[in-house]
C-alpha cells in the first residue's frame, strides 16, 4: 500500500481492530449532528486512515467538530466505534503538535483560571482571536451589538484566594 | 491363533527403501506368527490368492498386512479374507508406505527400524482382533417432514412418490409457508401461488402424505431408522372432515375483527377465518385468542362443522427419518427504533410490501400509503434491515432482500410508471442465474439507486425523510417519501428450538441449524438420520429451498428404501457391571446415541464409534467393539517393546483428518523423520490418558496426539475433548515430575501434508531439548539431593 502504514496501524491500535471492516455505508456520517459542517465526512475520515493517508485524516476542522455524542457509534453496523478514531486522531494531530482551536482555547481558558480565578470573557475572546483571527470580523461585529445591551463586562474582575486556585490548577496539571 | 504376515513390495514404492528381508523374518519371530512372506504386489489378483491360500492351508485366523495405507486397501483386503472364509475384521494393516518408505526415502536403515515397530504393533493388534458382524436392523419406511414451506412441500413430495410414506406436519393452519403469501417472485416475476398452489393441493391428495396441519411435535424419541415421535394436534374449533371452506358463512356473522398475521399487520381478518383463499386444507379455523364465544358461526354453519368443544389431539408416528424445514421468520424491525416501523404508519416491511401487491391481499394490489390510504408516489426501499448488522446481532446477509426489493421496485413501476423509487443500497447482491440481469432492467425502468444506508426516518407533521449521507457523492441529504418499504432480514425461526432441542441439532453462530459439513454434505444434521432443508439452515432462495428438499428427501430415500439398515459394527458397548452411572458420556456423545437409562445404554444404530465416551468413562466401563482399549494398549507396548531411536514418539492420529494428512504426506513425497509410531484411532477423543501414561510410562519420549482443525471434527467437537484431556494430562505429568511439553496435541487438516509433516520435525526438536524421558526426574532427583547435602 502506498499510503503510511505506520499511521494506520496506530489508528487501529487506538480505535481498534474493527475499524479494518468498514464498508463505507455512511450509517456514520448521517447519523452525525454536525455533519453537515464537515468536510470530509466521518466516513471518509475512515477511508483515509485505512488508506494511511495521514496528512487529509490530520489536518482537518472534521476532528474538531465532533459533539461526542456517539450515535454514529451505537448505530454502526459493523461494531466499529468512528467516535474512537476521531479521538485517536485528536490524539495524534496534537502529538505531532498540530495546534488545535479547542487546546488554543483550553490554554487560555485555564491561563485566566489561573491568573484571575475566573474568566474575562472579552480578554479570552481577543486572546483567541489574535491566534486564529479566521471569524474575527463577525465576532466584533456581534461584540458591537452586545455591547451596548450590557452583555459584555469590560472589566477583568478577579476572586478571592486567587492563589489557592493557581495551586489547585498547578496540582492538576501535573 | 495363527496369524499370517505379508509384507509388500509395492513394486519399489516399498522395496526400494526399506530392507524386505529383514522386515519377512523379523516378522517370522514375533508371537503367534504362523507365516511370514513378501509379495510383490499384495493387492494383485496373485497376492490376494496367496493369502487366501495361506488361510486355507496353514488355518490362518487372522492376517496382517505390511503394505499402503489402510484408507486405500483395507476394503480390498478385508474382502479377499472374508472370501477365504475369515470374518472381514481379523485383518489389520500396517501403512509401511505413506507412512514410512515415501517419507523416509533417505533414511532407509531407520526406516526398516520403523517398519519393524509398525509391523509389531500390528501383529500385536491383530492378536486381539475379534469377529465383528456388521448387524442390519429394519427400519421404519415412514419420514416425517417437519414444515410444509416450499422445501418441506418438495422434500414430501418426493419422497412419496418414491414409495415412502411421509408425515408433513406444519405448525399453522395451512401449508404454503411463507411463499405462498409472495406476490410475483424474482428473477421472472411470475406469481407464486400460481407455481406453488398446484403442488400445495398435490400434498393435500397424495395418497402417501398424511398431512397434519396446526400441530407441533413434542417428543423424539429413538434413533436412525426407527424415531418415535410425539406431538399435538391444536384445536382448530372445525372438525376438518366436515369443513367445505366455504367461509363467508361463519366469517360473515362472526363479529370479531383482528389484524391478520398473513397479512403482517395491514389487513384484517375475523375470529373464524381461513388464512389465505388458497390455505391447503382449505379448511376454517377459529382463534381461540380472538373468539369471544358468541357461537353465531356455529348456527351460521350450513355444515356443522364448527365445534367449540374440540379438543387437542395427540398423535404419536413411528418414522425412519427426520427432515426439519422449520425456515425462517422475518426480522423484527421495530428492533430498529430509527426507523420508525410501528410508530411511524408509511414505514412498512418487505413483507406487507408483498401482501399490498399481491392482487388478493388486503388493498387488492394497490401500492398505497397506510396513513392516507392514498397511491404512494415516492417509495423508498432500505436494504439491510437486520442483515449485516451487528448491533442487533445479525452478521450475515440474509442473500434474497437485494433481490425482493428490485422485484417489488419492478412491480410497482410497472403498475404506476410515474413513481418515484429508490433503493437504499450498501452492496447489491444479485448473485444467481439471471439476477444481475434482473438488476439491469430495473435500472432501465427508471428507479434509482443510491448507495447508503439510511441512518434514519423522521417523521415532520406526517411526513416522512430519509437522512444518510450519499456515499457517492459526499452529500448528506434528507429526503422526503410517502413509503419507506424497509427490506427486513431473515432470521432463524424462534419456534424451531423445540424441535432442534429433541433432536440435539447444533446452532451456528448466526442462529441457523448446523450442518454436518458446510459445504460436502449440505442437508444432513450431525444426527443420523435427520436432514435439514431450506432455510432452516441459513437463508435461501425459492430454488435452493426446493432443491435442497429434494434432496434431503433423496438421502432419506437412500437410507430406507431398502427396509433396514447395516450397521457398522463398531459401536461402543457398556459393561453394565462396571457402570457407575455417573452419565459423563451422555453429555459428551456428539450422536446423542448413549441414553440416560440405569446402567448406560448405547444405541449401536446412532453410535459412530468415535469412542469419546470410552475414553472419558471414569469406572472404564465402556470399550469398543473396534480400536479396543486393549488393542490400542498392544500397540503402545509393541511400540516400546524395544527403543529403537530416540526420541521415541507414539503418535495417535485421528482416521479422517490426520491420518490423512500423515498419508497426504506420503503421497506428497515430503521427508521427515522416522521418529514417530503412529496409531490410528477413530477420533483423536478417542484417546484414554490412561493409553499416553502406558507410552511414557514404557519408555517413549513423547506422545503426539493429532486430530482434526480445530471446528472441522468429524464428530463435532472430539477435539475440544481430547483438548481438555491433553491440558488436564499436562498437569498430572507436572505433578508427577515429567516435563508437560512430552504430551502434545496438533490439529491438521487431511489437505495439511505439510504441516503435518512440521508438527513432526518440532516436535522432535522440542524433545531433544527436553533429553529421553525420566530426565527431568533424575534432574529432579539431583536437585533434591543438593539441597540435602546443603543443609548444615
Known amino acids: ?174 | 491363533m495363527p496369524i499370517g504376515v505379508y509384507v509388500c513390495h509395492c513394486g519399489l514404492n516399498i522395496a526400494g527403501v526399506l530392507n524386505m528381508e529383514e522386515l519377512k523374518s523379523f516378522a517370522e519371530k514375533l508371537p503367534d506368527v504362523a507365516v511370514a512372506r513378501d509379495l510383490q504386489f499384495s493387492c494383485s489378483d496373485i497376492g490376494q490368492e496367496q493369502i487366501q491360500k495361506d488361510i486355507a492351508e496353514l488355518k490362518l485366523d487372522r492376517v496382517v498386512v505390511a503394505a499402503c495405507s489402510p484408507r486405500l486397501h483395507e476394503p480390498t483386503f478385508r474382502r479377499a479374507i472374508s472370501k477365504a472364509g475369515l470374518n472381514p475384521y481379523m485383518l489389520e494393516m500396517a501403512n509401511i508406505r505413506e507412512q514410512c518408505s515415501w517419507v523416509h526415502m533417505e533414511q532407509p536403515a531407520m526406516a526398516t527400524e520403523k517398519a519393524k515397530d509398525l509391523i509389531a504393533m500390528a501383529v500385536a493388534k491383530a492378536a486381539l482382533l475379534k469377529p465383528l458382524e456388521p448387524e442390519s436392523i429394519p427400519v421404519s419406511k415412514n419420514v416425517l417432514v417437519v414444515g410444509g414451506g416450499v422445501a418441506g412441500i418438495a422434500a414430501a413430495l418426493d419422497l412419496a412418490d418414491s414409495g415412502l410414506h411421509v408425515f408433513l406436519v406444519e405448525r399453522r393452519p395451512t401449508i404454503g409457508g411463507y411463499m405462498a403469501l409472495l406476490t410475483d417472485v424474482f428473477p421472472t416475476n411470475d406469481c407464486s401461488i400460481c407455481v406453488l398452489g398446484p403442488k400445495m393441493s398435490e400434498v393435500y391428495n397424495h395418497p402417501d402424505i398424511t398431512l397434519i396441519t396446526y400441530a407441533e411435535v413434542l417428543g423424539v424419541e429413538g434413533s436412525v431408522g426407527n424415531f418415535t415421535v410425539s406431538g399435538v394436534r391444536r384445536a382448530r374449533y372445525v372438525d376438518e372432515k366436515l369443513c367445505k371452506g366455504c367461509i363467508n358463512e361463519c366469517a360473515g356473522v362472526c363479529p370479531v375483527e383482528v389484524p391478520s398475521e398473513y397479512d403482517f399487520g395491514i389487513g384484517k381478518r375475523k375470529a373464524i377465518y381461513i388464512p389465505y383463499p388458497q390455505a391447503v386444507p382449505l379448511v376454517a379455523c377459529v382463534d381461540p385468542k380472538a373468539c369471544i364465544g358468541c357461537a353465531r358461526c356455529v348456527e351460521a354453519c350450513p355444515a356443522q362443522a364448527v365445534k367449540l368443544d374440540q379438543e387437542p389431539q395427540d398423535f404419536k408416528l413411528n418414522v425412519g427419518a427426520i427432515i426439519v424445514a422449520t425456515g425462517w421468520q422475518p426480522f423484527d424491525a421495530t428492533r430498529k427504533e430509527e426507523y420508525g416501523f410501528g410508530r411511524y404508519r408509511d414505514v412498512i416491511t418487505t413483507l406487507q410490501m408483498e401482501r399490498m401487491l399481491n392482487a388478493s391481499g388486503p388493498t387488492k394490489g394497490d401500492v398505497v400509503q397506510p396513513s392516507t390510504g392514498k397511491i404512494a408516489e415516492r417509495v423508498a426501499f432500505l436494504q439491510c434491515v437486520g442483515s449485516r448488522d451487528s448491533t442487533v446481532g445479525n452478521l450475515y446477509c440474509s442473500r434474497i432482500c437485494c433481490m425482493a426489493s428490485l422485484k417489488n421496485a419492478q412491480l410497482v413501476k410497472e403498475k404506476y410508471p410515474h413513481t418515484d423509487i429508490t433503493i437504499y443500497y450498501i452492496d447489491i447482491r444479485a448473485c444467481g442465474e439471471g439476477y444481475e440481469e434482473f438488476y439491469v432492467r430495473a435500472q432501465k425502468l427508471g428507479i434509482n439507486f443510491v448507495r447508503s444506508r439510511v441512518s434514519c426516518i423522521d417523521e415532520v407533521e406526517g411526513e416522512l425523510f430519509l437522512i444518510f449521507e450519499d456515499t457517492q457523492t459526499g452529500e448528506m441529504k434528507k429526503v422526503k417519501h410517502d413509503l419507506a418499504v424497509l427490506s427486513v432480514g431473515l432470521e432463524p425461526d424462534e419456534k424451531a428450538d423445540v424441535l432442534g432441542n429433541l433432536l440435539g441439532l447444533s446452532r451456528r453462530p448466526d442462529g441457523f441449524f448446523e450442518i454436518a459439513h458446510p459445504k460436502m454434505r449440505p442437508v444432513e444434521a450431525h444426527i443420523d438420520g435427520v436432514f435439514i432443508a431450506g432455510c432452516a439452515s441459513g437463508p435461501k432462495e425459492i430454488p435452493i429451498s426446493i432443491a435442497q428438499g429434494s434432496a434431503a428427501a433423496s438421502k432419506a430415500v437412500k437410507l430406507l428404501h431398502k427396509g433396514v439398515l447395516e450397521l457398522e459394527p463398531t459401536s461402543a458397548y457398556v459393561d453394565p457391571e462396571k457402570c457407575i452411572k455417573c452419565k459423563l458420556c451422555v453429555d459428551l456423545c456428539p450422536k446423542k446415541a448413549i441414553a440416560v437409562k440405569s446402567p448406560a445404554y448405547v444405541d449401536e444404530a446412532a453410535c459412530k464409534g468415535c469412542g469419546s465416551c470410552a475414553a472419558a468413562c471414569p469406572a472404564d466401563a465402556i470399550n469398543m467393539r473396534f480400536f479396543s482399549d486393549e488393542q490400542i494398549i498392544a500397540q503402545v507396548q509393541a511400540a516400546t517393546e524395544e527403543k529403537r531411536e530416540f526420541p521415541l514418539i507414539v503418535a495417535f492420529l485421528c482416521n479422517w483428518c490426520s491420518y490423512g494428512a500423515a498419508d497426504l504426506a506420503g503421497t506428497s513425497r515430503i521427508q521427515y523423520p522416522t521418529n514417530a509410531r503412529n496409531i490410528r484411532v477413530m477420533c483423536s477423543a478417542r484417546v484414554d490418558p490412561s493409553f499416553v501414561l502406558e507410552a511414557l510410562r514404557r519408555g517413549a519420549d513423547g506422545v503426539l496426539i493429532a486430530g482434526c482443525r480445530i471446528g472441522e471434527c468429524h464428530y463435532r467437537d472430539g477435539n475440544y475433548q481430547a483438548l481438555q484431556r491433553v491440558n488436564v494430562l499436562k498437569g498430572v505429568l507436572e505433578k508427577i515430575g515429567l516435563d508437560p511439553g512430552r504430551v502434545k496435541i496438533v490439529w491438521c487438516a487431511a489437505s495439511e501434508g505439510e504441516i503435518f509433516a512440521k508438527d513432526i520435525r518440532d516436535f522432535i526438536g522440542e524433545l531433544k531439548a527436553m533429553g529421553p524421558i525420566g530426565t527431568e526426574l533424575k534432574k529432579g532427583l539431583s536437585e533434591v539431593k543438593n539441597e540435602e547435602t546443603a543443609l548444615p
Request: proline share 3%; aromatic share 6%.
Open chain 1, 1 to 174: 500500500m502506498a499510503g503510511d502504514e505506520r499511521f494506520k496501524q496506530e489508528v487501529l491500535r487506538l480505535a481498534g481492530a474493527e475499524v479494518l471492516t468498514c464498508i463505507q455505508c455512511g450509517t456514520c456520517s448521517a447519523s452525525c449532528p454536525t455533519a453537515f459542517l464537515m468536510n470530509p465526512s466521518i466516513r471518509r475520515l475512515i477511508k483515509f486512515c485505512l488508506e494511511g493517508k495521514k496528512e487529509e485524516a490530520l489536518h482537518n476542522e472534521t476532528l474538531w467538530l465532533c459533539t461526542s455524542c456517539l450515535l454514529c457509534t451505537v448505530r454502526c453496523p459493523r461494531g466499529i466505534r468512528p467516535k474512537a478514531v476521531v479521538s485517536a486522531l485528536k490524539d495524534m494531530a496534537e502529538r505531532e503538535g498540530l495546534r488545535s482551536k479547542d487546546a488554543a482555547y483550553e490554554q487560555f481558558f485555564l491561563k485566566q483560571i489561573k491568573d484571575y480565578g475566573r474568566i474575562a470573557e472579552l480578554a479570552l475572546t481577543a486572546e483567541f482571536l489574535l491566534v486564529f483571527p479566521q471569524g474575527a470580523v463577525q465576532s466584533m461585529q456581534m461584540g458591537l451589538e452586545l455591547l451596548p445591551k450590557g452583555k459584555i463586562d469590560l472589566k477583568i474582575e478577579k476572586i478571592k484566594g486567587r492563589d489557592e486556585v493557581k495551586r489547585i490548577v498547578e496540582e492538576l496539571s501535573k
